[in-house]
């Protein structure tokens, strides 16, 4: 078993699910931050997944799994409030889009 890279030294990291491409998500937390959630398309290619939505009104904090049509299931909150909810967010399109179930 290997840890894999992330842009957060300082986090805890959990990896959910590996995805039919092989795209490993996750969710990851420290004390006194945010928790965030990521997203590896390879080994060395990891992205917090705030930064591949555009103009989104979500903080997305943890992704635990996804499916064969590449769309990642996970829990975010709208960036107004404390209150949190699931959403679905297809990655594989140039920007991510959140569906609110």
């Known amino acids: 078993m290997k840890a894999l890279p992330t842009p957060y030294p300082d986090y805890d990291f959990i990896a959910y699910t590996i995805g039919w491409t092989g795209e490993i998500v996750c969710s990851g937390s420290n004390p006194i931050s945010l928790p965030r959630a990521l997203i590896w398309f ?19 904090e943890a992704a635990y799994g ?36």
Do not use: C, E, Y
């Not at 390879?42 to 903080?59: A, E, F, R, Y």
């Not at 590449?70 to 409030?81: D, L, S």
């Open 42 to 60: 390879t080994l060395t290619n990891v992205h917090d997944m705030n930064s591949l939505t555009v103009s989104s009104p979500m903080i997305l």
């Open 66 to 101: 996804v499916n064969s049509l590449g769309q990642i299931v996970g829990v975010g909150k709208p960036k107004r409030t404390r209150q949190k909810s699931t959403h679905f967010w297809p990655h594989r399109q140039s920007k991510a889009l959140i569906l609110v179930q």
